[in-house]
Nanobody, 121 residues
Framework: QVQLVESGGGLVQAGGSLRLACTASGRIFSFSAIGWYRQAPGKPREWVAAISSGGTTDYADYMQGRFTISRDNTRNTVYLQMNSLKTEDKAVYYC???????????????WGQGTQVTVSS
């Protein structure tokens, strides 16, 4: 069974930084792209950033260069470095991955349980 677990969320003042991590565990053969999403109270979930298996990155326009996504394949972990945080960045952050489990011929979509990020003014 494959599991994604996010960590690194917390409370930070506006202008501060946090680094989120998403670690995959279980019987994993390979990953495809991994992405970060977020959901603020009362709003739909929105895409934040993604990184391909080859390391190509892509970001939502509103990130304005403040966030950086990276991956460590040896640790099955993807990071989201968030700098210059704003109060509007407050949300639950989720990671999403296309994973090919051991013994499977195709990729399946997995989500983590989310980690809360709160930014105070």
């Amino acid at each position: 069974q494959v599991q994604l677990v996010e960590s690194g969320g917390g409370l930070v003042q506006a202008g501060g930084s946090l680094r989120l991590a998403c670690t995959a565990s279980g019987r994993i053969f390979s990953f495809s792209a991994i992405g970060w999403y977020r959901q603020a109270p009362g709003k739909p979930r929105e895409w934040v950033a993604a990184i391909s298996s080859g390391g190509t990155t892509d970001y939502a326009d509103y990130m304005q260069g403040r966030f950086t996504i990276s991956r460590d394949n040896t640790r099955n972990t993807v990071y989201l470095q968030m700098n210059s945080l704003k109060t509007e960045d407050k949300a639950v952050y989720y990671c999403n991955a296309a994973v090919r489990p051991l013994g499977s011929s195709g990729y399946q979509d997995y989500w983590g349980q989310g980690t809360q990020v709160t930014v105070s003014s």
